[in-house]
Nanobody, 120 residues
Framework: VQLQASGGGLVQAGGSLRLSCAAS????????MSWYRQAPGKQRELVAT???????IHQDSVKGRFTVSRTNAKGTVYLQMNSLKPEDTAVYYC???????????????WGQGTQVTVSS
């Protein structure tokens, strides 16, 4: 399984971006996925988690501005980011927790990260 993250870029404050994270490979059983971000000089932080039944936005600073969605096939998840602020500048990473067959353990897979830069 490989994850490909995309959609980052440079945007002015108040703008929007939609990040994508697509899983490729054979069919798999999806458990949950998460979006993380890491700003320069800071630790990576958990932004949002999506399961089959719920979505949790972990960072109070993005509640009401960021939303998570996915395709019906669960192979692609999105992070819609609105009203972006300079403090949202970071490298954004996706992580899928899944298994490729019923006999496999759930395993974490990470995307390569996509840079989001918000100018003031």
């Amino acid at each position: 399984v490989q994850l490909q993250a995309s959609g980052g870029g440079l945007v002015q404050a108040g703008g929007s971006l939609r990040l994508s994270c697509a899983a490729s490979g054979s069919s798999f059983n999806f458990n949950y996925m998460s979006w993380y971000r890491q700003a320069p000089g800071k630790q990576r932080e958990l932004v949002a988690t999506m399961t089959d039944t719920s979505t949790i936005i972990h960072q109070d600073s993005v509640k009401g501005r960021f939303t998570v969605s996915r395709t019906n096939a669960k192979g692609t998840v999105y992070l819609q980011m609105n009203s972006l602020k300079p403090e949202d500048t970071a490298v954004y990473y996706c992580k899928f927790n899944l298994r490729e067959s019923w006999s496999d353990p759930y395993t974490n897979y990470w995307g390569q990260g996509t840079q989001v830069t918000v100018s003031s």
